[in-house]
């Protein structure tokens, strides 16, 4: 007996057999030889197991049976092992829907599966991640699936509050008109706003060509077809920023392309413990 493993073979859950401390948790089940070995087997894994956890029995005609649960599974619960222990996971059941559909992958896969469930309450909903780890035999069939679960609501909310933050932060870069640039303590661009990519399409030389995780300054001091003394003193001009020498640097500065044009740089750092600056670009043809 042997539970399968996450691809790329990463941590397995011990199963060797050590005394149960289940022993009214089978008592509306049919004790079979294997089952009782199985429950024997998974009862100091339960007890180990922080989150909440259950185990289920893989019944013909895809029919899941709980036989198993740790205590964490049933303080969430609120309700009591004798009543959770027996009990068959079915559609009447709200959310089961899609728990079936996982359970009946995982035992065909004879792989992990994880997925997301929320669960609706007066309280508001709950975001459940539950990870289904399939138990072999001897003759290499999933005959139990060992589910434990994770409360991720408070996750959830965080990764949705910093989702909004990232896309308000783009909607207000690209809501300038000016093209402009956000750089890391190094130089390197963080961000640009569509302004500043719509002006290197027209304009594909000098700083303009630098993309994220590249250096505008690296970009004008390598450009051999830029003007000398605008993309020098540009690139002068953001690396005295960025270490601190100058409060903030503004210069003209030219294209270097057939159809040339000006433009007023500005750079100004960033209020950030880490470094950085902004760079923006006046269009003064």
Not at 68 to 75: D, E, F, I, S
Not at 95 to 115: D, N, T
Not at 232 to 256: K, M, Q, W
């Amino acid at each position: 007996m042997r539970v399968a493993e996450p691809p790329g073979g990463e941590s397995s859950i011990d199963l060797a057999a050590r005394p149960s401390r289940f022993p009214p948790l089978l008592s509306r089940v049919d004790r079979t030889t294997e089952l009782e070995a199985t429950v024997l087997a998974l009862s100091a894994t339960f007890d180990a197991v922080p989150d909440p956890a259950y185990l289920l029995l893989v019944e013909p005609d895809w029919r899941f049976r709980i036989v198993a649960v740790n205590a964490a599974y049933v303080r969430t619960a609120r309700a009591s092992a004798p009543d959770l222990v027996g009990r068959t996971v079915d559609t009447m059941t709200p959310g089961a829907s899609i728990s079936l559909q996982h359970y009946r992958r995982a035992v065909e896969e004879r792989a992990p599966v994880k997925y997301t469930r929320r669960l609706d309450s007066e309280q508001g909903p709950t975001l459940l991640e539950v990870t289904t780890h399939p138990i072999l035999d001897s003759h290499g069939k999933v005959r139990h699936l060992l589910c434990i679960t994770r409360d991720v609501t408070e996750a959830s909310l965080t990764r949705t509050r910093v989702d909004f933050t990232e896309r308000l932060g783009r909607a207000v870069l690209d809501s300038l008109h000016a093209p402009l640039a956000v750089l890391d303590a190094e130089g390197r661009i963080v961000s640009r706003n569509s302004a500043w990519v719509q002006v290197a399409k027209a304009h594909p030389a000098g700083c303009w060509r630098a993309v994220q995780g590249e250096s505008p300054a690296t970009a004008c001091e390598g450009d051999g077809a830029a003007p000398g003394a605008d993309a020098h003193g540009l690139a002068i001009g953001i690396a005295n920023v960025l270490s601190g020498e100058a409060p903030s640097f503004a210069c003209d500065y030219r294209t270097s392309d057939t159809s040339p044009s000006w433009w007023r740089a500005h750079v100004v750092p960033l209020s950030l413990s880490e470094g950085g600056a902004v760079i923006s670009f006046t269009d003064i043809s």
